[in-house]
T-cell receptor, first 112, second 115 residues
């Protein structure tokens, strides 16, 4: 069964600190993995997209890693800011079926 | 491009009433998706279209839900009759080339409350 699991479910960190969010998946055959940021009351917005051959991809203070062998991905946020407070959703797509598989998200709260 | 445009942003209705949600995808995108998001279940795919044709509606909860895409620039999701358990945020998203190629761009969502 194709599934995407994220951890932790929620996280509170101090402004300026780093954090890492995890995503484990069983989607097969794997096509790509995306991390989305969803601010409260808004639709998800893409942060990164990674294909099978990519191990690391950065977007500013966001760095995503992918280990296709263990089917794990992480999203590392450096020097967190208050505006990073949001839900972060891992989305995996398969090469067949034209479907996206969503994790339930990690809710991040950055406090001053 | 203004992105994926959804309306209304907020809808409050009474049980039994008909609800119609609207979506304008990004021009040139050939895939359109309708999702529902709740705290308990996260994002769930309801239905998606390719070139205006419904491809997979297996996520539509029941016959009370229906979706149409009469042309490449407009889609509707209708709930008739609505029930309190339909309360959720409904997202429309579009992409070019399907899940293997491109980013899925979401609208801002329509928050539905059924009393």
């Amino acid at each position: 069964k194709n599934q995407v699991e994220q951890s932790p479910q929620s996280l509170i960190i101090l402004e300026g600190k780093n954090c890492t969010l995890q995503c484990n998946y069983t989607v097969s055959p794997f096509s790509n993995l995306r991390w989305y940021k969803q601010d409260t009351g808004r639709g998800p917005v893409s942060l990164t997209i990674m294909t099978f051959s990519e191990n690391t991809k950065s977007n500013g203070r966001y760095t995503a890693t992918l280990d296709a062998d263990t089917k794990q991905s992480s999203l590392h946020i450096t020097a967190s800011q208050l505006s990073d407070s949001a839900s972060y959703i891992c989305v995996v797509s398969a090469n067949t079926g034209n479907q996206f598989y969503f994790g339930t998200g990690t809710s991040l709260t950055v406090i001053p | 491009d203004a992105g994926v445009i959804q309306s209304p942003r907020h809808e409050v209705t009474e049980m039994g009433q008909e609800v119609t949600l609207r979506c304008k995808p990004i021009s040139g995108h050939d895939y359109l998706f309708w999702y529902r998001q709740t705290m308990m279940r996260g994002l769930e795919l309801l239905i998606y279209f390719n070139n205006n044709v419904p491809i997979d509606d297996s996520g539509m909860p029941e016959d009370r839900f229906s979706a149409k895409m009469p042309n490449a620039s407009f889609s509707t999701l209708k709930i008739q009759p609505s029930e309190p358990r339909d309360s959720a945020v409904y997202f429309c998203a579009s992409s070019e080339g399907g899940p293997g190629a491109n980013v899925l761009t979401f609208g801002a969502g329509s928050r539905l409350t059924v009393l």
